[in-house]
C-alpha cells in the first residue's frame, strides 16, 4: 500500500471533519426554525411556507408539494434532514462544478473545502450601509428560505450537467444529455423560477453565439433550445397560483431600485461591497472575460439576476418581499466560484508575479479573508438562533 493510501491527505481530512460539522449545524438550525412562532429567535420563512402548503393548500413549489406530503403522513419531524441534505448537496454540486470547470485541476477533497466556503461566504459588511448583514446586503449564501435552498442545489446540478455539454456542444448534446438537462431545468424551475429567470437569457445568448460560430448543427441547437418549454408551462402553473388571488393587488411593477434601496441607503456602494472580491479578480483578468466561456457565463447571470433585482418589484400581498432576489443571489455563487479558481491560480505564481501583482493578490486576498470571516461569523450567529434579518 502506497503512503498516499495510508495517510489521508490534509484536505481530505478538513473536508471529512468541516462538511459534517456544517451539515449538522444546518440540521440542527433547521429543527429550531420549525418551532418559531415570533420574535427574533431562529426566525425564518420555514413556518410561513408549512402553513401555506398544509393549511392554505398553496403549491408554487417543489417544496410545497414534500410539506403536504410529510404533513399527510405524519413525519414532518423528518423536515430538518431533507433541509439538511439540501445543504449539503450544494456543497456537493458546488465542488462536482468546481472539478469540472477546472478539467480537475483541484482535488475533489480541496474542491470540496472551496466549496463549503463558497456556500458560506457573505458581503464585506460596514454597519451604517444596510439594515444588518443580511438586509440590504446581496449574498448567495441564505439558509433561512427553504425554497431557496431547494433551487440551491439543483440549480448548480443543472449548471453542471449544462457545463458539460456546453463544452464541446456538437458531440456532448446527446438524447440522454439532452432529457437530463430539459428534467434537471423543470424540476429546479419547479422549486423556485429565479433560477431559469437569471441563467435562461445567458443560455439564449450562448446559442446564438453557438448558432453563428458553427459549433454545432443548426437543428440540434434549435432542439436545445426547446428545453425550456418544460419550465415556461412550469412558470405560468406557479404564476397563476402566486398572482391569482385577489388578482389586480398582486402585480409585478418596474419600479428601479425600489425593492433593492428599501435597506441599504447606498445601493451602489452595498452592491459592491456585497461582491467585493469577484470584482476585484474581474478587475484583474477582464481581458480573459470574452476567452473563458464559464467567466462569461457567471458574469452574464450575475448581471441580468442583478438587473431584474434593481428593475422589478412587487405590489400586494408580497410587497416588498424582492422577491426578484433570489435570481441574482444563486449567481452570486457562480462569480465568486470562478473568481476564487482564478485567484488560486494566480497565487501558484505568486512568487514569479510582478510586485504589484503581488500586492494587488495580497489585498484580494485579504478582501477574500473578510468575506470569509463575515460568512463565519453570520453563520455562527444564526445556529445560536440570532435572526436571519440580523439587524444593526
Not at 439538511?84 to 456543497?91: E, M
Not at 448581471?303 to 418581499?321: C, I, K, N
Amino acid at each position: 500500500m502506497s503512503d498516499k493510501a495510508k495517510h489521508p491527505s490534509a484536505a481530505h481530512i478538513i473536508a471529512t471533519v468541516l462538511i459534517p460539522v456544517y451539515v449538522g449545524a444546518c440540521i440542527y438550525m433547521y429543527f429550531m426554525f420549525m418551532g418559531w412562532t415570533e420574535g427574533a429567535v431562529y426566525e425564518s420563512d420555514l413556518p410561513a411556507h408549512i402553513s401555506l402548503a398544509v393549511d392554505d393548500g398553496l403549491i408554487y413549489s417543489l417544496i410545497s408539494l414534500v410539506l403536504i406530503a410529510l404533513d399527510r403522513i405524519h413525519l414532518m419531524i423528518l423536515l430538518p434532514l431533507i433541509l439538511g441534505a439540501f445543504a449539503y448537496l450544494s456543497v456537493y454540486f458546488t465542488s462536482k462544478l468546481i472539478v469540472a470547470v477546472t478539467d480537475h485541476r483541484f482535488d475533489i477533497y480541496t474542491a470540496e473545502i472551496m466549496a463549503l466556503f463558497l456556500n458560506i461566504f457573505m458581503p464585506c459588511y460596514i454597519r451604517g450601509l444596510s439594515s444588518g448583514r443580511y438586509m440590504g446586503m446581496h449574498t448567495a449564501s441564505i439558509w433561512h428560505n427553504s425554497t431557496y435552498l431547494m433551487m440551491k442545489w439543483m440549480g448548480l446540478w443543472t449548471l453542471l450537467i449544462y457545463f458539460n455539454i456546453e463544452k464541446d456542444i456538437s458531440k456532448k448534446l446527446t438524447a440522454k444529455s439532452f432529457v437530463l438537462f430539459t428534467a434537471a431545468l423543470t424540476l429546479t424551475t419547479a422549486a423556485k423560477p429565479n433560477f431559469i429567470l437569471a441563467v435562461a437569457p445567458v443560455m439564449l445568448v450562448f446559442l446564438i453565439m453557438d448558432l453563428v460560430l458553427k459549433k454545432a448543427p443548426a437543428g440540434k441547437l434549435m432542439l436545445f433550445a426547446t428545453s425550456v418549454i418544460p419550465s415556461f408551462l412550469i412558470m405560468l402553473l406557479q404564476n397563476k397560483a402566486l398572482y391569482d388571488v385577489n388578482q389586480g393587488s398582486n402585480h409585478i411593477v418596474i419600479a428601479p431600485g425600489r425593492a433593492m434601496g428599501v435597506h441599504a441607503s447606498n445601493i451602489a456602494l452595498v452592491s459592491v461591497l456585497s461582491i467585493l472580491f469577484p470584482l476585484m479578480m474581474l478587475l484583474r483578468h477582464g481581458k480573459d472575460l470574452f476567452k473563458n466561456r464559464v467567466l462569461l457565463f457567471a458574469w452574464m447571470s450575475a448581471g441580468v439576476g442583478f438587473l431584474q433585482y434593481f428593475l422589478f418589484s412587487e405590489f400586494g400581498a408580497r410587497d416588498m418581499d424582492a422577491n426578484f432576489s433570489w435570481g441574482y443571489a444563486f449567481t452570486i455563487i457562480l462569480i465568486f466560484g470562478i473568481s476564487l479558481i482564478m485567484w488560486i491560480d494566480d497565487m501558484r505564481k505568486f512568487k514569479e508575479a510582478h510586485i504589484v501583482s503581488k500586492v494587488y493578490l495580497s489585498l484580494c486576498g485579504i478582501v477574500l479573508l473578510y468575506h470569509t470571516y463575515c460568512g463565519v461569523l453570520f453563520f455562527e450567529r444564526i445556529v445560536r438562533g440570532v435572526s436571519y434579518m440580523m439587524w444593526g
